[in-house]
């Protein structure tokens, strides 16, 4: 059974920073597109930043130039670096992996809380 496991998230000042790490149990973790979502009360679910199989990275715009997402093959671990962290980002955070059409496994998700 594959298990996703994020940790990282905490409490923390505005312009603070955290990273999220999401440690996988995929054997074949390098095939996988990795993902970080989240969710903020009242709000759907939303891509924050995905990186594919090829190391391609791709960021949604309100954290364009804050946050940098990064794997591990060799731990098969996907990171989150979150800086200039601002209240708006606040939310939990799930890890995503993807490979193909059936694969498709979440993380129970970190909460992530910015607040002065």
């Known amino acids: 059974q594959v298990q996703l496991v994020e940790s990282g998230g905490g409490l923390v000042h505005p312009g603070g ?39 391609d990275t791709t960021y949604d715009d309100s954290v364009k130039g804050r946050f940098t997402i990064s794997r591990d093959s060799a731990k098969n671990t996907v990171y989150l670096q979150m800086t200039t962290l601002q209240p708006e980002d606040t939310a939990v955070y799930y890890c995503n992996a993807v490979w193909g059409s059936y694969e498709n496994y979440w993380g129970q998700g970190t909460q992530v809380t910015v607040s002065s």
């Open 17 to 55: 920073s955290l990273r999220l790490s999401c440690a996988t149990s995929i054997s074949i973790f390098s095939l996988f597109t990795m993902g970080w979502y989240r969710q903020a009360p009242g709000k759907q679910r939303e891509l924050v930043a995905q990186i594919t199989s090829g190391d």
